[in-house]
T-cell receptor, first 113, second 113 residues
């Protein structure tokens, strides 16, 4: 059974903290993605990676960074968490190519207080 | 630039009613792929269907059917004889170039018994 696993389901952090969200996939996929989901705005792409150590900015990269040291793992980093980063974060992976479907993790609901 | 619009933010129906979820997209590319995903209350997005821009045949899978019309840039999704288990948020998405999926804002479907 294919799987994308996010390290936490719920997370509460304080303003100014450095926050790490971890994602692991077991499908040997080249692509990995981090999306943010907010009501009415759908899913917005923060960053994606098509290979180890490679990363590309998505639509809303400000305030975030990513790390991909191994093919199966893609980390999202909030350098200094702010209340406007309270959201649902979704990790996904896929094979290369525009026809490839993406597989999603269960999401991490992050609250910054 | 590519864009996906799901004008219906929320739809409520009674069980056994038919319901159509609208999706309109914008892209300048001639080759692209369209997707529908379902997000049940558990949070994990589930892939439903993929369509390429050269295949305008409608598709039926059980109670689900999809109507792709290139002339109107629409890819609508119909659920026949809806059931309570169909309650979810449904997302339409587009991938035209590269490896990035662009999502619509989602439609929340509530099916009442």
């Amino acid at each position: 059974d294919v799987k994308v696993t996010q390290s936490s389901r719920y997370l509460v952090k304080r303003t100014g903290e450095k926050v790490f969200l971890e994602c692991v996939q077991d499908m040997d996929h080249e692509n990995m993605f981090w999306y943010r989901q907010d009501p009415g705005l759908g899913l917005r792409l923060i960053y994606f990676s098509y290979d180890v150590k490679m990363k590309e900015k998505g639509d809303i990269p400000e305030g975030y960074s990513v790390s991909r040291e191994k093919k199966e793992r893609f980390s999202l980093i909030l350098e200094s968490a702010s209340t406007n980063q309270t959201s649902m974060y979704l990790c996904a992976s896929s094979l290369l190519g525009r026809s490839a479907e993406a597989f999603f993790g269960q999401g991490t609901r992050l609250t910054v207080v | 630039a590519q864009k996906v619009t799901q004008a219906q933010t929320e739809i409520s129906v009674v069980e056994k009613e038919d319901v159509t979820l609208d999706c309109v997209y914008e892209t300048r590319d001639t080759t692209y792929y369209l997707f529908w995903y379902k997000q049940p209350p558990s949070g994990e997005l589930v892939f439903l269907i993929r369509r390429n821009s050269f295949d305008e045949q409608n598709e039926i899978s059980g109670r689900y059917s999809w109507n792709f019309q290139k002339s109107t840039s629409s890819f609508n999704f119909t659920i026949t004889a809806s059931q309570v288990v169909d309650s979810a948020v449904y997302f339409c998405a587009l991938n035209n170039a590269g490896n990035m999926l662009t999502f619509g804002g989602g439609t929340r479907l509530m099916v009442k018994p």
